[in-house]
């Protein structure tokens, strides 16, 4: 069975949005000093990527092929968490920024479950919009905090 265009197109941009948050998470990892913020931070990039595989072996099993090139829009999005950059190590501006960029990824996120054309992956898609919604708020809370130990 293959999936429609129209889902592959939305689950696209749902890895997209994923790889971008992995990438951001790496980068504002290398700006903190406290070694459990920087544990987190690599922990939200590894949930990021495992979410992206489980999205496209999900494309792959159902016969269709994932297409990886880049565009304008993910080069601009990946670039979030390098604005942070220059700031004082731990500052909770970087936190900041990174709950921004979870807010956009739930904002894909909300767009691909208000739709019809997730078929079978809805379940898996609405699990993993559950546990960024979780990763936004425990990033709002450290942010909040301005950084304690995770």
């Not at 990174?98 to 739930?106: A, D, G, I, P």
């Not at 809805?122 to 559950?130: E, P």
Request: with cysteine.
């Amino acid at each position: 069975m293959s999936i429609t265009q129209e889902t592959n197109g939305v689950i696209e941009g749902l890895i997209e949005a994923l790889t971008d948050g992995e990438l951001g998470f790496k980068v504002a990892a290398e700006d903190v000093s406290k070694a459990t913020l920087k544990q987190f931070l690599l922990g939200l990039a590894a949930q990021r990527a495992q979410f992206a595989r489980t999205l496209q072996s999900q494309v792959e099993r159902l016969n269709d092929e994932f297409d990886d090139s880049d565009d304008t829009a993910g080069s601009a999005h990946r670039s979030w968490a390098q604005s942070g950059r220059g700031d004082l190590p731990d500052d909770p501006g970087l936190l900041g920024e990174c709950e921004k960029s979870e807010e956009s990824v739930l904002a894909v996120y909300r767009g691909a479950l208000k739709g019809q054309s997730l078929g079978e992956a809805r379940a898996m898609v609405a699990d993993q919009f559950n546990k960024i919604r979780m990763a936004r708020d425990q990033i709002a809370a450290l942010r909040e905090s301005k950084a304690p130990e995770v």
